[in-house]
T-cell receptor, first 114, second 117 residues
Framework: AQTVTQSQPEMSVQEAETVTLSCTYD???????LFWYKQPPSRQMILVIR??????QNATENRFSVNFQKAAKSFSLKISDSQLGDTAMYFC???????????FGAGTILRVKS | DTGVSQNPRHKITKRGQNVTFRCDPI?????LYWYRQTLGQGPEFLTY????????KSRLLSDRFSAERPKGSFSTLEIQRTEQGDSAMYLC???????????????FGEGSRLTVL
């Protein structure tokens, strides 16, 4: 069974600064996808960024980028130029390429301070 | 594309009562998922449908829980004889299964929050 671990329950960052959220996972699969989802307070969860395991290049989406280390089974999210609207719960998630369901970590609460 | 819609958004009930939640997925999505999320935790998988077929149920889904997706469109999640431990946010998500691989992106609704007194 796959597991996803987020070891930082809460993080804070000053507006305009950079923050990195950590995620590790455990799987015996070779082909899979990794995701970071954002859940703002009282709002629905939305996809932030996705990484295919077969791609060596780290995914980037505007201010969001990942550091994907397949051998270490590590998948961190870097948020540059943090904005107040980035305040949310962030979940790391995993799915095998032919799997049936996303497996989520416990989440990291990110607070961006002005 | 109106997104995933869930109703009701919040339900307060007394222990022992039955409750039903409804989810309307994005229209062309053939997969529909139910997850449960308790405060400060990540979503936990409950069950999923591919079209109208319920293909997997988690061990978290006790006999008091039942889910349906008639005609492969909307889905309902019913909880019978509710217990205080059922208090949680119930999230519905949908996705489109591609022929080549499961890209895994789920589109979530805003959730239905259940409070059992």
């Amino acid at each position: 069974a796959q597991t996803v671990t987020q070891s930082q329950p809460e993080m804070s960052v000053q507006e305009a600064e950079t923050v990195t959220l950590s995620c590790t996972y455990d799987t015996s699969e070779n082909n899979y996808y990794l995701f970071w989802y954002k859940q703002p307070p009282s709002r629905q969860m939305i996809l932030v960024i996705r990484q295919e395991a077969y791609k060596q290049q780290n995914a980037t989406e505007n201010r969001f980028s990942v550091n994907f280390q397949k051998a270490a089974k590590s998948f961190s999210l870097k948020i540059s130029d943090s904005q107040l609207g980035d305040t949310a719960m962030y979940f790391c998630a995993f799915i095998a390429s032919y799997g049936n369901k996303l497996v989520f970590g416990a989440g990291t609460i990110l607070r961006v301070k002005s | 594309d109106t997104g995933v819609s869930q109703n009701p958004r919040h339900k307060i009930t007394k222990r022992g009562q039955n409750v039903t939640f409804r989810c309307d997925p994005i229209s062309e999505h053939n997969r529909l998922y139910w997850y449960r999320q308790t405060l400060g935790q990540g979503p936990e998988f409950l069950t999923y449908f591919q079209n109208e077929a319920q293909l997997e149920k988690s061990r978290l889904l006790s006999d008091r829980f039942s889910a349906e997706r008639p005609k492969g469109s909307f889905s309902t999640l019913e909880i019978q004889r509710t217990e205080q431990g059922d208090s949680a946010m119930y999230l519905c998500a949908s996705s489109k299964l591609l022929p080549t691989a499961n890209t895994g992106e789920l589109f979530f609704g805003e959730g239905s929050r259940l409070t059992v007194l």
